[in-house]
């Protein structure tokens, strides 16, 4: 497989497919493609000392979703897998300058390292995925149901905070009611005062004006018998 430069790997990740899974894809690009084939230089540098170049063939080839690379065949064998696009071009317009523009966004994907696998280590793999999405599923289970448990906690502490306030509300009510009752009867008890003391005050008038009239009967009676003849007063002893 090519290498990507370091410089073109911002925002690229680690993809895994399985060999039988890449070489059905590669088949099915073959069969829909065969006479479309895209002629590329590739060159070998496994000798240092002299570099060779090859007129090869490449296939591009959809390996996931909207994710697409190239496949290098060398004398109709496949070699390498190509995922660079800048490097994909620069192939590409070693054989025709004029192709590069053609070809530029279709070998678009985020792929920094492909890792093939058997069928059975795919399938570990998967089995790992999901026993780890399973546990963190849990883990989230546990941390709902504890949530939900805090949500019960703060809903009945709510509830005793309001039958509290009705509590609180409902002794304030009594004591209003006492209050205005505590009023009422002050303001009887002032009426009542005022009628007694008005009572008392027109019994001591009535008291003195019978004080009056008695010294006054008391007095007409000294002045009647100082009226009253000698004879008349010896015919009535008692008077």
Known sequence: MDQISPNRTKGRITRTISARELCTKINNALAMNNDKMISVVSFD???????????????????FDNEWVGILFHDHVPITICMDEYDILNKIQLYDRSQRKSYKGMFNNRIFKLKLTENNELLHDLQEKHEELLQDLQEKNKELKATQHEIMELKQTLENQKMMSQTLQDAHNEILELKQQLEAQKSSNRQVVKEKLWLQATLQSYQQHCNVLQATLQSMQMQNQMNIPQSFQMNYPNQ
Do not use: G, H, S
């Open 45 to 63: 540098r496994k000798n240092k000392d002299q570099v060779k170049y090859y007129i090869d063939k490449m296939v591009r080839v959809e390996i």
